[in-house]
C-alpha cells in the first residue's frame, strides 16, 4: 500500500518507493486500501502538526469520516489518558465513534457543541482540534479551546471566509496556535518522514488488531455511480472503495 499524489483512482498506479509500506498479512487489500491516505492525514494532524501529548483533551469533527475513525484510534493507541470528543451527524454514527474509543458523542446538527465541549472539560476546552468544515466553526472554536490549545486545519468544507471582523485578542488571550495543514502538495522527502514514522508507529499495531482499516463498503468499478451516491448522500462512516 502507498501513499500517492494523485492517479490512485484506477486499477493500477504508480507511487514513490518511498512511500510504499508493507500491508500486514491479517489485512485483505480492500482493507489496505482504507489506510493510507486517511491514516497517515490522522497521524500528521495528531503528531506532526498538534504535537499531542498524553493527557490532552481531542475534539474530531466529522468522527465518523475516515480520517475521523483513524484519529479516534490513533489519539486512543499512541497517547495515555486522553479524552476524546467527536462530532457527527447521526446517532448511527456517533455510535460507531463509540465502538472506536470516543468519550464524548455530539450530534452537531442538534447540539452546540462549544457548549458541550466546555461542559465536558469543565470549562477547560479542548486542548487540540481538529476541523476539516473551516469558516463556519471559527466562533465556536474560539469558544471552546483551551489555553495554549491548537487548533489544525484541515479542509475548508464549509467555506474559507468567516463572517463579520475577526477577533484576534481571543486567540492571543488564550495563546491558542492555529495549524493550517495539507498532505499532497508535501515534499516527497517530507511524506518520506511520514510514512516511515508512521510505520514504525502503527503497523504493528494493525497486525496486533489494535488498529482497523475503517471500511464502510466496497463497490467494484462498474457500480461507481452508486458508490458516488452513497458518498454524496452522506451514508458512509469510513471509506468507501472501489475494486477491480
Not at 103 to 111: A, M, P, Q, S
Not at 170 to 197: D, F, G, H, I, N
Amino acid at each position: 500500500m502507498a501513499l500517492v499524489g494523485g492517479g490512485g483512482y484506477a486499477e493500477y498506479c504508480a507511487a514513490p518507493y518511498q512511500t510504499t509500506m508493507m500491508v500486514p498479512t491479517n489485512l485483505t487489500s480492500v482493507q489496505a486500501a482504507a489506510i493510507p491516505e486517511v491514516f497517515l492525514t490522522a497521524f500528521q494532524a495528531l503528531v506532526f502538526n498538534a504535537k499531542m501529548k498524553d493527557g490532552e483533551t481531542l475534539l474530531i469533527h466529522a468522527g465518523a469520516s475516515g480520517v475521523g475513525m483513524a484519529a479516534i484510534q490513533l489519539a486512543r493507541k499512541l497517547f495515555k489518558n486522553i479524552k476524546v470528543i467527536v462530532t457527527s451527524s447521526s446517532a448511527e454514527k456517533l455510535s460507531k465513534c463509540q465502538g472506536l474509543g470516543a468519550d464524548v458523542f455530539i450530534n452537531y446538527k442538534t447540539d452546540d457543541f462549544s457548549e458541550k465541549v466546555l461542559t465536558a472539560t469543565h470549562n477547560k476546552g479542548a486542548d487540540v482540534i481538529l476541523d476539516f468544515v473551516g469558516a463556519p466553526y471559527w466562533e465556536k472554536h474560539v469558544q471552546c479551546v483551551a489555553t495554549d490549545g491548537r487548533i489544525v486545519l484541515l479542509g475548508l468544507l464549509g467555506g474559507a471566509v468567516t463572517e463579520g471582523p475577526l477577533n484576534l485578542a481571543p486567540l492571543l488571550k488564550k495563546r491558542v496556535s492555529l495549524v493550517c495543514s495539507t498532505l499532497r502538495s508535501r515534499s516527497l522527502q517530507y511524506k518520506e518522514t511520514l510514512t516511515t514514522e508512521f510505520s514504525k508507529s502503527c503497523l504493528a499495531l494493525f497486525a496486533e488488531g489494535r488498529l482497523e482499516a475503517n471500511v464502510d463498503s466496497s463497490f467494484h468499478f462498474e457500480k461507481v455511480a452508486a458508490a458516488h451516491d452513497r458518498m454524496r448522500s452522506n451514508q458512509n462512516s469510513g471509506k468507501i472503495i472501489l475494486t477491480w
